[in-house]
Nanobody
């Protein structure tokens, strides 16, 4: 029903910036909240950010608040994650997901997931 493809990951230096994109297909995109999660080796999947279906309200995880901005362009079926002042602790695979029901900070609340894009922060 819905397919997601993340892009924009890569290797960046600490203090640098990166912009991730998530291209979605399917009629459901504009009818659901969207979220970004990340998972580092040996750690549980962590909530990063979420945005409501209209793009008017956003939520952020405590570890990234003030350093990331989530946005969406429903006309382009795309959600973005702008990350600034990156730290080594931000190194992880970042996943885009379509919310279904339940709390936005929980991965189990999302029905569809992309394949993930690797973000590596050096130094």
């Amino acid at each position: 029903q819905v397919q997601l493809v993340e892009s924009g990951g890569g290797l960046v230096q600490a203090g640098g910036s990166l912009r991730l994109s998530c291209a979605a297909s399917g009629r459901t995109f504009s009818r659901n909240h969207m979220g970004w999660f990340r998972q580092a080796p040996g750690k549980e999947r962590e909530f990063v950010a979420a945005i409501d279906l209209n793009g008017g309200v956003t939520w952020y995880g405590g570890s990234v608040k003030g350093r990331v901005t989530i946005s969406r362009d429903n006309a382009k079926n795309t959600v973005y994650l702008q990350m600034n002042n990156l730290k080594s602790e931000d190194t992880a695979v970042y996943y885009c997901a379509v919310h279904n029901s339940g709390g936005l900070t929980y991965s189990a609340s999302y029905a569809y997931w992309g394949q993930g894009t690797q973000v590596t922060v050096s130094s």
